[in-house]
């Protein structure tokens, strides 16, 4: 129990989520800031005063010459702009890799909330063979809220995990559709055994059943393909098949619509690639409809 059966739990069932803490990271790159910022400030001031000394000393050179900037504490003239210098480079290259780390967590995929559901019910529950029994700040012991709690789905990321496109075609098929078919398939399918180091039997069966994410999205990849060629073999039939050249222009319309419709819906593509390819299919129909002709008397 605890960690452990979390840990496989995760790995086993595509479930592995973890938060951010996105409000820590960007109140830490607030305080690099501010260190960079006050550093600045400190340096500004140094080399002002580095260059203003007069001819009396060297110290007048550091803005035009290196060498003697650099060898300024050992020759005995300070090295407060040097050092400063040095200070804000190792400041400037925290902050910077803080910043790419802030950046590359951020765009990792999010888990879907019915996951997160899953994932906090299973951890509470023996029934679904979780019941891990945690009792730190993390998990929900001293405090009525898990890290896994909805009011965190913001703030998780599934690293190295695709899930696929996030339109709202993916969206309907791993959702209400799942839920549908999993009424009908529930008695073929074998719930996830409570103890997996234990031999299955009527005493080691959960409530929980699992469709692997590769599974479902093969299936939402061919059902979102065989929705994206339906729509120009049917505008091709159809056309084909009407009389009237008004008819068919105003079809070529309406297909045209639905073509746009459907990129939208079905795939995440951005609008210029939409304009583009609904432009694309609108010419094809146009030269269809040339090429087929107008029967005598329509």
């Not at 305080?31 to 001819?55: F, I, M, N, P, W």
């Not at 891990?132 to 700040?137: E, M, P, Q, S, V």
């Not at 890290?147 to 913001?154: E, G």
């Amino acid at each position: 129990m605890g960690y452990n059966k979390l840990s496989r739990f995760m790995v086993s069932r595509d479930m592995a989520m973890f938060r951010q803490f996105q409000e820590c990271a960007a109140r830490d790159l607030l305080y690099l800031q501010a260190e960079l910022v006050h550093l600045e400030a400190e340096y500004t001031k140094a080399a002002k005063a580095d260059r203003e000394s007069g001819d009396s000393s060297e110290r007048h050179l550091y803005d035009v010459e290196w060498w003697h900037l650099r060898q300024s504490g050992a020759r005995g003239f300070g090295g407060e702009q040097w050092g400063l210098a040095l200070d804000i480079r190792t400041k400037l290259r925290e902050y910077y890799a803080s910043m790419l780390q802030y950046e590359q967590i951020s765009a990792m995929n999010r888990p879907k909330v019915s996951k997160i559901k899953a994932l906090s019910e299973w951890i509470e529950s023996a029934h679904l063979g979780g019941g891990c029994g945690f009792i730190g700040r993390d998990l929900g012991g001293f405090t009525q809220e898990s890290v896994f709690d909805l009011k965190n789905a913001a703030d998780l990321v599934s690293p190295g995990n695709n899930l696929g496109e996030d339109d709202f075609l993916t969206r309907f098929l791993s959702g209400p559709m799942l839920r549908l078919f999993h009424k009908i398939w529930y008695l073929r399918k074998s719930p996830v055994p409570i103890d997996p180091d234990r031999p299955s039997g009527p005493d080691n069966r959960s409530s929980l059943y699992h469709y692997s994410d590769q599974h479902v999205q093969a299936g939402i990849n061919i059902i979102g393909t065989a929705v994206s060629s339906l729509t120009p073999m049917i505008s091709v039939v159809a056309l084909y098949f009407m009389n009237s050249m008004k008819t068919r222009l105003g079809f070529v319309c309406l297909f045209t619509l639905i073509f746009s419709f459907t990129l939208a819906l079905a795939t995440q593509a951005r609008r210029i690639e939409i304009f583009a390819a609904t432009a694309a299919f609108a010419s094809v129909q146009v030269v269809f409809v040339g090429s087929v002709g107008t029967p005598s008397g329509a």
